[in-house]
């Protein structure tokens, strides 16, 4: 999806000197491609979370009878009441108006850790200890899991170049992480931002979804939700929405 940003070179003021007429009408029909490719992709996207919701509520109800009132005071039960908080969180994303790609796109993260989390109250009740998940990739939560480390022994220390040390700060896919450690700007998710201009004109443009101010949006810093176990517990409360006005 937009791979490269291509589309951010249509929002930049590229018209002559002096023609203002023409440059408000390019700048108008840039707006317009802008929305109609935010809406094509929230669209899509708000399928998929469908479908994945779907079946998560389908792999929840059938796993109910194992987990009884009486287990959710233990771990178990602890894990199983998160998992179907999650699921409850990701419908009510789908369900809200006026969302964006990061609302849909962590709905689809929530829905996808309810199931890690019910396969981990699974494994407590057999008596085992649950593997932890791999991370999300931050620069698009969709994608394929973040790349492991690589194992083996503990190397020495070295000296490490920028590019590498980008790649290294945050979790990515490993399509992402070749993105960063060639110096190009990963596949990342979009949202839409609505940014103050002159003469007090707003315009909406999309960015990068962990470009938004964390005070206006709870998904920036935690990959759509993928790293906070309070994303739930946020949602149910309607605590996701503040600062959007």
């Known amino acids: 999806m937009f791979r490269h940003w291509w589309f951010l070179r249509l929002l930049g003021d590229r018209a002559g000197g002096g023609a203002a007429p023409r440059a408000r009408r390019m700048s108008k029909e840039r707006q317009e491609l ?4 935010w809406e094509t992709l929230r669209e899509r996207l708000r399928s998929f979370a469908q479908e994945r919701i779907a079946l998560v509520g389908d792999v929840l109800r059938a796993a109910e009878p194992d987990f009884p009132p009486q287990l959710a005071g233990g771990p178990a039960g602890a894990d199983y009441l998160w998992a179907v908080e999650a699921y409850q969180a990701a419908g009510k994303l789908l369900d809200e ?3 964006d790609l990061p609302d849909l796109a962590a709905a689809v993260v929530l829905a996808e850790r309810a199931v890690d989390r019910l396969a981990a109250a ?3 009740l057999a008596g085992r200890r649950p593997v932890p998940p791999p991370a ?3 620069y698009y939560p969709l994608h394929p899991p973040a790349a492991a480390p690589k194992a083996g022994k503990k190397q020495a220390r070295r000296r490490v170049g ?4 980008a790649a290294d700060r945050r979790p990515a896919c490993e399509a992402c992480r070749r993105a ?3 110096g190009e700007l990963p596949d990342v998710l979009p949202a839409l931002l609505e940014v103050r201009r002159a003469w007090h004109r707003t315009r909406r443009v999309l960015v990068p979804y962990y470009a938004v101010p964390q005070s206006r949006s709870p998904w920036s810093a935690t990959a759509c939700g993928g790293y906070d176990d309070g994303a739930p517990a946020l949602v149910l409360r309607g605590a996701h929405r503040r600062g959007r006005g």
């Open 34 to 37: 802008v929305l109609r490719e």
């Open 97 to 99: 108006d006026g969302t």
């Open 122 to 124: 699974h494994e407590r």
């Open 136 to 138: 999300r990739c931050f």
């Open 162 to 165: 920028p590019r590498e040390a």
């Open 180 to 182: 960063v450690l060639a």
